[in-house]
Structure formats: C-alpha cells, structure tokens
C-alpha cells in the first residue's frame, strides 16, 4: 500500500484497522433510516442480503400506500419516481421517492431502490440495496450488492456475484479471511465511492467510503476509505488536505 511504512508492527495494526473498517457504521450511513433496523441486526454489512426478501415483506407493511403505485404483485413504487416504459421491475422490490429507472434497466427480485438514485441504460440490479443517491449510469450488473449514499459506478462496472467453482465466498485482508457463509455476494460500496468505468469488483470485494477505483481495474478484497485503488497492491491514501 503506497504511503504505508513496511515496519511489521504498524502493518499488523493497520490489519486489524481494516478489519474493524468492515463494519456497517464503517462503510454505510442507514442511522435514521429505514433501513436502519436491518443493518442494525448484523455485524458485517453482507450479512442481510439473505434478509432482503424478509425485509421488504415487512417494510412494505410500513408504506404509506397512498405514496405508491404498485404495477404487478410485489412492486411498490414511489408515485415522484421516474419508471420508463423499457423499464422492467420484478417483485418483491421497492423504488423510493425521486428515483429513477430508466431505459432497459432491469429491476430484479429482492431489491431496494433508494431514494434519488438512478438506474439507466441497460442496466440490471438483483437481490441488492441502493441506500439512496446512488448512480448506476449504463451498462451495470449490480448483484447480491449494497450499495452506500452517494456510491457512483462509472459505465460498464461489474458487482460480480459468484465464484467460477460455485464455493462460498470470503472477504481478505492481507491475509486475514471471514467467511461470509454467502455463495452469492457482489460488493459493499461505501458511502461516496466512485467507481470508475469498465471495473470488474470481484465477489466479496469492499471498498471503502470515499475510495476511488480506477478505470478498467480487477478489484479483490478491501480497498480502504479514502484511497484511491489504481491495481492489485497499487493503492494510494487520498490527501487529507
């Protein structure tokens, strides 16, 4: 990592930083919201996406139904949101106010739409959560994912969400691994995080709030808050200026 010192005791402390960086309150902002009490249930923010399901049967018990309309059995959009007829949304999902879902974008099951983000060209989001401003402009797969506020990916970026052998996947830090239990599991993208175009996120990977992805760049693992990630074991910390 560029502007870390190779003494081994510093790097072990900056391991066990990283580690207690993979924490909702480390990556997400959700106090205050509704998807407050789901995240608040967990330690590891990837540890509800088994939940979705659940979680939109009970939230959609909590809606205003009056706000929403709701075009086939399970799916529930904000009556200010913006849905093009090339559009398509299965259910059970949930779009919020403002958000829109534009040209050819596929909505699948399971997902949460959150307020003010956009969904556009031909993109496609399955059993994920959108927190809200997010930005997934053209020709994105966003799987088994959540995404923080204000998380833009470039054009062509892939949440990759299953390994070649079909085994559960692990999130690493340097060379410490959890199992997550998961065969199923994109990304978590911090609040701010700006992935640029053509990036492939390997699954498990987390980045972190703030952090930057270079264009055209093969993520796997954690790449820290506030950093910008250029390739594998190339990452450099954003000035604090």
Known sequence: ????????????????????????????????????????AVTYPW???PKINHFITELIATLDLTEFDSPRDGVYIHKSATVWPSAYIAGPSIVF????????????????????????????????????????????????????????????????NLKADKTNISVRVDNKVINTGLRKFGAIIGDHAEIGCNAVLAPGSVIGKHARVYPLSFVRGVVPASSIYKKQGEIARLSQD
């Not at 399955?126 to 990916?153: E, M, Q, R, T």
């Open 47 to 49: 540890e509800v996406l």
């Open 1 to 40: 990592m560029n502007g870390s010192t190779n003494d081994p005791a510093a790097k072990k402390e900056w391991i066990k930083d990283q580690m207690n960086t993979l924490t909702t309150d480390r990556l997400l902002s959700v106090e205050g919201t509704v998807f407050e009490k789901l995240f608040s």
């Open 97 to 160: 106010e403002g958000a829109k879902i534009l040209h050819a974008a596929y909505i699948r099951e399971n997902s949460i739409i959150g307020p003010h983000s956009t969904v556009s060209n031909s993109c496609e989001i399955k059993n994920s959560i959108l927190l809200g401003h997010c930005d997934i402009p053209h020709f994105n797969y966003v799987g088994d994912s959540v995404l923080g506020l204000y998380a833009h990916l470039g054009a062509g970026v892939i949440c990759s």
